[in-house]
Nanobody, 117 residues
């Protein structure tokens, strides 16, 4: 499975961004998928867990009510909508896949989200 995350950028606090996760590989639909993030000088943190069909299975309390998930069938991507962004959301966001979302075997290259105050 190959994963590619995109859509990061610089945004002011309170703003929004949409991240995309593109995946290739015939077995991707059987994996649990998740977004993780790692901020500067912080440990990697789980954000959301979802299926390749776009079903949201769970999310971190830190993003509850602010982040949402959708599937773009035309582009064959699953998108993470980040709303009401805060400086503490600044991180590299990774799209992952694996037999368990808690220990993903596959990681994309990450996309940087920077939120200015």
């Amino acid at each position: 499975v190959q994963l590619q995350a995109s859509g990061g950028g610089l945004v002011q606090a309170g703003g929004s961004l949409s991240l995309s996760c593109a995946a290739s590989g015939s077995s991707v639909s059987r994996y649990q998928m998740a977004w993780y993030r790692q901020g500067p000088e912080k440990e990697r943190q789980f954000v959301v867990v979802f299926t390749w069909s776009g079903e949201l299975l769970g999310y971190s309390d830190s993003v509850k009510g602010r982040f949402s998930l959708s599937r773009d069938n035309a582009k064959n991507t699953v998108n993470l909508q980040l709303n009401d962004l805060k400086p503490e959301d600044t991180a590299v966001y990774y799209c992952t896949a694996g037999n368990s979302w808690k220990r993903p075997e596959y990681w994309g290259q990450g996309t940087l989200v920077t939120v200015s105050s």
